[in-house]
């Protein structure tokens, strides 16, 4: 039998779809990235935003501006801040995946309804071309982009306390 037509068939489809299968090697590749380092950068993230926390209580302590600040942790890939006044906030932070949320809702004087006026800014998890995580906003003109857990910490806290 002649199979002249299959060897021609398979070297058109070699030649078609060479691109899209090393596109999809790699896609596979930092889809592996994001599911081993997402979770210990969300562990490190949790840690470096409670130790801010815990300084600006100190800091704040004795003043009248000083108020109950609490961080909780509900499971590995969910976290709770909530703050009664000065600036008040109430915040829900969660991992899923490849991604980030932070749900909010804060006011300058005493608490008010977290119901109310709720913020939500998305994160997605990105893999750099040398294989390095980052979190980057998933929203906006310039995205900012984050390589450290500290830097993402900093200005999550800088979004809930500057009013």
Known sequence: MNKEWI?????????KGHEAAEEYGRSQHRAAI???????????FATCLEEDLNEIRRQLQGDVTASDTTFKTSSPSEIKLTR?????????????????VL??????????????????SHFDFHVDTDD??????????????FHEPAQLARHIIQLLFEV
């Open 103 to 120: 749900d909010y809702a804060k006011g300058l004087g005493v608490a008010g309804d977290p119901t109310l006026d709720r913020k939500s």
């Open 34 to 44: 994001v599911t081993a380092e997402s979770r210990p950068f969300f562990a490190a």
């Open 132 to 145: 390095t995580l980052s979190i980057k906003e998933s929203f906006g003109d310039d995205p900012k982009q």
């Open 84 to 100: 009664s006044r000065f600036p008040w906030f109430d915040a829900d932070i969660t991992h899923r995946d490849s991604t980030m």
């Open 7 to 15: 060897a021609s068939l398979t070297q058109d489809i070699k030649q």
